[in-house]
């Protein structure tokens, strides 16, 4: 598994064209994977059921999906798109989850 600390950014590349899921420990990729080249990841199966939620007791978990985040950003990176403001760039060929993204991609 993989051992994360307070404070670590943890990052999410879902790849539904091929069925994979990508997690990224303050910047760097776990199980060797390269989401921009489709390798490793995660298998996503059709039985499962994939939400951006976390819960452990009385601990604070932030998600941002590219649009406003209370945190400090140092870096500010975007999708290739332009839109998100992210601390760690989304990989190639990834985007931030907002309605104009979905309206180009689906």
Known sequence: GVVTSADDII???MDCDNNKVHFAVNGSWTNSSDPANNTNGFAMTDAEQYFALASIGDKDFKCNFGGYTADTISSAASDA????TFE?????GFYSLCTKNLAEFG
């Open 11 to 13: 990052s999410v590349a």
């Open 81 to 84: 798109n332009g839109y998100g």
């Open 88 to 92: 760690y760039a989304p990989p190639s």
